[in-house]
């Protein structure tokens, strides 16, 4: 038996825990996802309303419940076909969920917790600073959670470009005034002066920032940043 996750009041909680003593009662395991948000990461803002999940919520709660059927009942996954019309709408619904998400969110700190293992690739320009810099210890790690692996206070007055997907570094160049290219299927990524050029669209200016354009599982551009260190931590025009 399982409960999935929602926001549940005293007494709901109550009636919870009654139903649950009782299905245990009758040796049926009982699996309360209300139970598992920390395990699970399982934000209401992010992951689904107060009662459903969307599409990052459900995948959350079905990767649990799929790993107790391995585990538990001896699920066998290793056979599975397949679809792939399935996994181009799976795709296409879950870009189109953290569309809307990203574009809600005027906070930096919360953005960039929406897209730590999010399975997009970014590409990324800096230009350093021998001044001050408002890349703290916690915007760093921050940072550097989200897969963007630079220490940007021991490095803080290196320029570099760098293409990212989910803590991979798949190109990475230091120098000034780069111009290079980067082709990931059929996403052409261009860095030209600190600016990013994405299939001969230019998504960010080449001012003296920290430059990131998100690209979604199906080559789209999602969203680009331009933040602005130099002062306090912050989204340019977001």
Do not use: C
């Given at each position: 038996?399982?409960?999935?996750?929602?926001?549940?009041?005293?007494?709901?909680?109550?009636?919870?825990?009654?139903?649950?003593?009782?299905?245990?009662?009758?040796?049926?395991?009982?699996?309360d996802?209300?139970?598992?948000?920390?395990?699970?990461?399982?934000?209401?803002?992010?992951?689904?309303?107060?009662?459903?999940?969307?599409?990052?919520?459900?995948?959350?709660?079905?990767?649990?419940?799929i790993?107790?059927?391995?585990?538990?009942?001896?699920?066998?996954?290793?056979?599975?076909t397949?679809?792939?019309?399935?996994?181009?709408?799976?795709?296409?619904?879950y870009?189109?969920?953290?569309?809307?998400?990203?574009?809600?969110?005027?906070?930096?700190?919360?953005?960039?917790?929406?897209?730590?293992?999010?399975n997009?690739?970014?590409?990324?320009?800096?230009?350093?600073?021998?001044?001050?810099?408002?890349?703290n210890?916690?915007?760093?790690?921050?940072?550097?959670?989200?897969?963007?692996?630079?220490?940007?206070?021991?490095?803080?007055?290196?320029?570099?470009?760098?293409?990212?997907?989910?803590?991979?570094?798949?190109?990475?160049?230091?120098?000034?005034e780069?111009?290079?290219?980067?082709v990931?299927?059929?996403?052409?990524?261009?860095?030209?002066?600190?600016?990013?050029?994405?299939?001969?669209?230019?998504?960010t200016?080449?001012?003296?920032?920290?430059?990131?354009?998100i690209?979604?599982?199906?080559?789209?551009?999602?969203?680009?940043?331009?933040?602005?260190?130099?002062?306090?931590?912050?989204?340019?025009?977001?």
């Open positions: 038996m399982v409960k999935t996750p929602f926001y549940v009041t005293q007494q709901e909680y109550n009636i919870l825990q009654y139903v649950k003593e009782y299905v245990q009662s009758k040796d049926i395991q009982f699996i996802f209300n139970d598992l948000y920390e395990e699970l990461n399982f934000h209401f803002d992010q992951d689904g309303d107060i009662w459903h999940t969307n599409i990052r919520g459900s995948t959350k709660v079905m990767n649990k419940l790993d107790v059927l391995k585990q538990d009942y001896h699920l066998d996954t290793k056979n599975i397949k679809i792939d019309a399935y996994d181009s709408a799976l795709d296409q619904l870009n189109d969920t953290m569309e809307k998400l990203l574009q809600s969110i005027d906070d930096i700190y919360n953005y960039f917790d929406y897209i730590q293992k999010s997009f690739i970014f590409a990324v320009s800096y230009q350093g600073t021998e001044g001050y810099s408002s890349i210890e916690y915007e760093n790690t921050m940072l550097n959670d989200a897969g963007i692996q630079f220490d940007f206070i021991k490095d803080k007055n290196k320029d570099f470009i760098m293409v990212t997907k989910n803590d991979q570094i798949l190109f990475y160049e230091e120098g000034k780069l111009n290079k290219e980067y990931e299927n059929s996403t052409h990524i261009t860095f030209n002066s600190n600016s990013i050029i994405v299939n001969n669209k230019q998504e200016s080449n001012e003296s920032r920290l430059n990131i354009v690209i979604d599982t199906q080559g789209r551009v999602l969203d680009s940043l331009s933040i602005d260190y130099s002062t306090v931590f912050w989204l340019e025009n977001k």
